[in-house]
Each structure stands twice: as C-alpha cells, then as structure tokens.
C-alpha cells in the first residue's frame, strides 16, 4: 500500500537524519558510534543513581525537598513561556521572540538527543523523587541530555550576552571585554546561580544523573554558541521575508516528519509537536505585529511596542482620551502597569488557546484524525507506554503515521495547531489587545 510506503520511507529518512544529530553529542565524549556511547553512559546513570542515594541520605530535609522542588519548576516549560511572554510584553518585543526561538528549538534539540539514546533516569528506588514522580523511570520518558540543565545555561548566556554585545558587529572579543566590566558581574553572578541551581535541584530530586546535566550543559552550550552569531539576521529574516506563512508551514511540516518517534510513543512526541508549533505561532505573530502596524520599525528600536503617537495610527477600541488617560497611568505608575499588563496578557493568551482548542478538537474528529471520545487536550494515552522498562532496546518498528494503526498523527496535528495559536497569542494577540486598550 502507498500508506505503508510512506512511512517506511519516513522511517528510513528519519533513523539517517537521528545519526547525524547525534554524532556531535557522541563525538564530544569520545566515542564514535551511538551504541559504544549509550553503552558507557548506562554504566554511568547506575554509578550516578547510587550517588545521588548517597546524596540525597546525607541531605535531605523536608525543607530543602520544599525548596528544590520549586528551584525546579524554574526551569519547566510553563515558567519559561510566562518568562518569556513577561518579556516580550514589558521589556522589548524582538528580545522575546529571539529568547522564545532560542528556548523552544533548544528544547526540540534536548528532546530528539533523549529519544535517538533512550537512556533511563535514575531508578526509584534506591533514589527518593518527589510524590508523583517515583514512576517516571519506568516510563518511556528518558533522561539524557537534562533538558533543565541545557535551557537553563542557553538562557543565561543568551541574555547576558543581549544585554552586552551586538551579534551583528561583535566578535568573539566581545565575550572576555563583557565578563571582565566590573558592571556585568552580578548579572554574572545571577545566571551562574540560576544555571546551577536549577540543575542541582534536578540532581536533588533524582530527576536526572550527573551524567545527564554534563551532557545537558554541554548541549545548551553548542546550542546558544551558533544561535547567538545568527539570531540578528536570523530576527532580519523573519520580519522581511516574503512568503513568510508558507515558509513556516514548510519547516514546520519538515521537523514534525523528521523528528525520531520511538515505539512505543514518548512524552516527547507530543511535547515536541507543542514546541514545533508554539515557533511557527511565535514567527507568525512577531510578523503580524509589523505588518499590520502595532510594531514602529522591524528592529523595533523605539522601545517595547509604540510610542503615544504611532497609537493614533493603528487605532484604538477605547476613546482617543482614555488611551491617554491609560497611559499616562502607566507612566506614573510603572511597576503597577506592568503587573497588569501582565495579568492581562496572560488571560488573552489562555483565552486564544482555549478558543483554539475548542475549535481544533472537533474538527480533527470530524475528519477522522482524531477517534471520539479522545482527551480535549490532544494528549495521547501513555498507558501502555509506562509499562515499558526505561532501558528498553531501540526498535526497529516503524511508527505508522500514513497507515493509522495508531492515533498519533491526530494528537500531534493537534497539539501542533492548539500550541501555534499558543505563540500566536503571546507576540501577536497579547502585545496587539495590550497596545489597542493603552496598558503598551
């Protein structure tokens, strides 16, 4: 059948495209193939299990069990989209963009290294995790690189390094002349603390091996190293090209095929069709918000999003008078307009996914995409995934997205289009309400 065709052949292009991706990671701990390497680093997730046993007895107190939970969340998803649209919508709108671009294709790249290597975490027990989280290395949710440790490290450095150098005119000098300016230091300091913290807290909470934070700092920092150099022209790209919307459509089709999906299905599957489609949604968006006017120039250097008298241009839904009247409040106000533009912008980004989710569900159904009866969210059942040992051997089965013997191109195609609408509302709808109602 050509269904069977199809996916055979995705399979063949995948499983070629998930070697190369890997070879980096391996050649840089001296191996030269991903078996001798995923041997050696099962060894080293057995000794590290029994480090952080060790560990854990010497330290452990409900106290810091409290604390390191919530270090911990500092690095989830959820934090860092709010991180990230906290940005965006009070500190400058093209820094966000960049960040969201940087965090979420660091995420996809921590994501396909974890399901080409499919080594475990740390087994509980003899390792303590928090209540909820003892089964998790009996599932197929696999634990090289630590996504945490390689967002949290990208993050910092790519901050910093906005903050102090051009990447359209700096050179590598750049970096030693910013760490040595006495100026910089606590922002230094800052992102050392936050950097270590969060990847403590995984090991703390035996989330992850020393080996799974070594190769997740490592990734986070190939990742920012060749996106900083490029993120300006990369931005350039973005709010000047033509044919923008088929462009995403393009290469959001290409990573949604080419990315490696194990059988059984990973937690990572859904989560990087999430990730594939808050981009597009994100790219989309930032494009909006200049072509229809709500940004005053594509390097949008006039500040966060319009100056008072761009407003009049784009129009408002509220009188001329109270525009001014509103801003002005949030000029004598500034800490107070920004927790309320703060406020307000998250609940028309829930508001849009929500509005998109609803939409979404029924069509996908509707078409046979999706059977009835399927979970609102678009999430897959992982049922029969956690009965699946963590260390199972990589198989050699195809997963049949053409031929539907699953249902995973439906949730995928879903949390794709749900989370696009996701990136849409934080750079487009948010930013857009938030100039036309006078809080930007």
């Not at 409040?329 to 927790?339: E, G, K, T």
């Amino acid at each position: 059948m050509l269904e069977e065709r199809l996916d055979a052949g995705l399979h063949v292009l995948r499983t070629k495209a998930a070697k190369v991706v890997a070879m980096p990671l391996v050649w840089l701990h001296f191996h030269t193939n991903v078996e001798s390497f995923r041997e050696s680093q099962v060894q080293q997730v057995a000794s590290g299990t029994q480090l952080i046993a060790r560990l854990q007895r010497r330290m452990r107190t409900r106290e810091l069990d409290a604390l390191f939970q919530l270090i911990s969340l500092l690095g989830e998803e959820d934090f860092i989209i709010f991180a990230i649209s906290f940005v965006t919508w009070n500190v400058d709108h093209a820094l966000g963009r960049k960040l969201l671009l940087l965090v979420c294709m660091g995420l996809l790249i921590a994501n396909i290294y974890k399901d080409i290597f499919q080594l475990p975490r740390p087994a509980s027990p003899p390792v303590w995790k928090p209540k909820g989280q003892e089964s998790v290395n009996s599932s197929r949710e696999y634990g090289l690189p630590s996504s945490h440790a390689s967002t949290a490290i990208a993050s910092s450095i790519f901050l910093f390094l906005s903050a102090t150098c051009d990447p359209d005119t700096s050179s590598v000098s750049c970096v030693p002349r910013a760490m040595s300016d006495p100026h910089n230091h606590v922002w230094i300091l800052l992102c050392i603390a936050y950097y270590v913290s969060v990847s403590f807290s995984r090991l703390y909470l035996g989330m992850h091996s020393p080996t799974d934070l070594r190769a997740g700092t490592i990734v986070g920092l190939l990742w920012v190293i060749l996106y900083f150099p490029f993120s300006a022209m990369v931005d350039r790209y973005i709010v000047t090209s033509s044919w923008l919307g088929l462009q995403v459509f393009l290469l959001s089709a290409f990573l949604f095929f080419i990315i490696p999906q194990p059988r059984l299905t990973t937690p990572t599957v859904l989560l990087n069709a999430l990730l594939v489609g808050v981009m597009g949604g994100a790219v989309l968006g930032s494009r909006a918000m200049i072509d229809h006017g709500f940004l005053p120039s594509a390097n949008n250097s006039a500040g966060v999003f319009l100056s008072n008298d761009h407003v009049a241009h784009v129009g408002t839904w509220t009188s001329a008078a109270a525009v001014a009247s509103i801003r002005a409040w949030a000029l004598a106000w500034p800490r107070l307009a920004v927790f309320v533009r703060t406020i307000v912008g998250m609940v028309v980004v829930l508001l849009v996914r929500t509005l998109a989710k609803i939409i979404t569900m029924p069509i996908l159904r509707l078409v046979g995409l999706l059977p009835g009866g399927r979970k609102a969210d678009g999430e897959a059942s992982q049922t029969s995934a956690s009965k699946v040992p963590a260390l199972a051997p990589e198989s050699d089965d195809i997963v049949c997205l053409f031929s539907r013997d699953t249902d995973i191109l439906g949730n995928m195609i879903a949390k794709l289009i749900i989370n696009e609408f996701l990136g849409l509302g934080i750079l487009y709808f948010a930013p857009m309400f938030l100039v036309r109602s006078g809080l930007a």
